[in-house]
């Protein structure tokens, strides 16, 4: 348990409550899987789409990284004609520890990284952001995590006290960051272990999940 009572949890997205992964995609883009994961390592790097996140245009990124490299024109060019195929769909697991989350009254938010024009088809693509009170994406705010920014245009527009604010997050130098200003910071693995951590933050969700597990056949 914490000192201070918790009236805040902050989600990301990516990673935390939709299942985002570019090799839903390249996968039927190429036989070899070698040469995918070269083509992630060298052309459609994480430095590259960091752009993205800051607000670059993603399509106009992908016509000029695929004048350099023509050879992969397609594949460049499907990051961001194909990129809604990169969300496999929501961790269901997580997003009922949400919904009882903001069932029970309380205050749940999202920050995250991601493209402006993305944020706009996944908001209107899946339900569990009308569970959220507040979104503060980098895109729209032109800096991205881990940069403390971020964190501190969150923690200012909601006016959140940092000591009573949960900040989950599948990136380890994203929850340094939020820890860093006082944030009450965890690193997700899986729902069960978040669900965990939040109870004995004193948080009002299950330590199991409510849905009916499936029977065997």
Same mark, same amino acid.
């Given at each position: 348990?914490?000192?201070?009572?918790?009236?805040? &949890?902050?989600?990301? +997205?990516?990673?935390?409550?939709?299942?985002?992964?570019?090799?839903?995609?390249?996968?039927?883009?190429?036989?070899?899987?070698?040469?995918?994961?070269?083509?992630?390592?060298?052309?459609?790097?994480?430095?590259?789409?960091?752009?993205?996140?800051?607000? &670059?245009?993603?399509?106009?990124?992908?016509?000029?990284?695929?004048?350099?490299?023509?050879?992969?024109?397609?594949?460049?060019?499907?990051?961001?004609?194909?990129?809604?195929?990169?969300?496999?769909?929501?961790?269901?697991?997580?997003?009922?520890?949400?919904?009882?989350?903001?069932?029970?009254?309380?205050?749940?938010?999202?920050?995250?990284?991601?493209?402006?024009?993305?944020?706009?088809?996944?908001?209107?693509?899946?339900?569990?952001?009308?569970?959220?009170?507040?979104?503060? +994406?980098?895109?729209?705010?032109?800096?991205?995590?881990?940069?403390?920014?971020?964190?501190? +245009?969150?923690?200012?527009?909601?006016?959140?006290?940092?000591?009573?604010?949960?900040? +989950?997050?599948?990136?380890?130098?994203?929850?340094?960051?939020?820890?860093?200003?006082?944030?009450?910071?965890?690193?997700?693995?899986?729902?069960?272990?978040?669900?965990?951590?939040?109870?004995?933050?004193?948080?009002?969700?299950?330590?199991?999940?409510?849905?009916?597990?499936?029977?065997?056949?």
């Amino acid at each position: 348990m914490t000192e201070t009572k918790i009236t805040a &949890v902050v989600f990301d +997205i990516g990673g935390v409550l939709l299942d985002w992964d570019p090799r839903y995609v390249y996968r039927g883009l190429f036989d070899d899987r070698a040469e995918l994961e070269l083509f992630l390592a060298t052309i459609c790097t994480r430095d590259w789409h960091r752009a993205h996140d800051l607000g &670059v245009d993603t399509e106009e990124s992908c016509r000029e990284l695929a004048l350099a490299h023509p050879e992969y024109a397609e594949p460049i060019m499907a990051w961001s004609r194909r990129s809604e195929e990169m969300v496999a769909g929501q961790l269901d697991d997580t997003v009922e520890v949400l919904t009882e989350l903001a069932e029970a009254g309380v205050r749940c938010l999202a920050l995250s990284n991601m493209e402006p024009d993305k944020y706009e088809l996944r908001r209107a693509r899946f339900g569990f952001f009308g569970l959220l009170a507040g979104c503060v +994406i980098s895109g729209l705010e032109g800096v991205a995590k881990p940069d403390r920014k971020l964190f501190e +245009i969150l923690l200012t527009r909601y006016g959140l006290e940092p000591a009573g604010t949960v900040f +989950i997050d599948d990136q380890a130098a994203n929850v340094e960051a939020a820890a860093e200003l006082g944030v009450v910071a965890l690193r997700f693995t899986t729902a069960a272990q978040l669900r965990t951590e939040l109870y004995d933050l004193g948080l009002p969700v299950g330590l199991t999940s409510r849905r009916p597990r499936r029977s065997t056949p």
